[in-house]
Nanobody
Framework: VQLQASGGGLVQAGGSLRLSCAAS????????VAWFRQASGKKREYVAV????????QYADSVKGRFTVSRDNAQRTMYLQMSNLKFEDTAIYYC???????????????WGRGTLVTVSS
């Protein structure tokens, strides 16, 4: 499955952004889809993992209560609604897909190109 992330941009602290992850030439049906992020000089970390079959979502503690994952019914797009953004949310955000559940980036085979989110303080 090919992925394309979009929606990044510059936002003030406290603001909101919605990222999209679109699947091309396939759907997300049967996959586990995750959002990861990587800040400058830091390791890639998971933000949220979503099971397309069971609708279950797991969020990293750092974003719980502020970020929300949703999907479209056509099974081709996943969204990450980010609210109350903080300076430390600044990173390149990636979406990824796997056939198994994991919060580890190395377990994901399919990756989209990242989209940059910059939060100004």
């Amino acid at each position: 499955v090919q992925l394309q992330a979009s929606g990044g941009g510059l936002v003030q602290a406290g603001g909101s952004l919605r990222l999209s992850c679109a699947a091309s030439a396939a759907t997300f049906r049967g996959y586990v889809v995750a959002w990861f992020r990587q800040a400058s000089g830091k390791k890639r970390e998971y933000v949220a993992v979503y099971g397309w079959k069971n609708f279950y979502t797991q969020y990293a503690d750092s974003v719980k209560g502020r970020f929300t994952v949703s999907r479209d019914n056509a099974q081709r797009t996943m969204y990450l609604q980010m609210s109350n953004l903080k300076f430390e949310d600044t990173a390149i955000y990636y979406c990824a897909a796997s056939t198994g559940w994991s919060t580890l980036p190395e377990r994901y085979k399919y990756w989209g190109r990242g989209t940059l989110v910059t939060v100004s303080s």
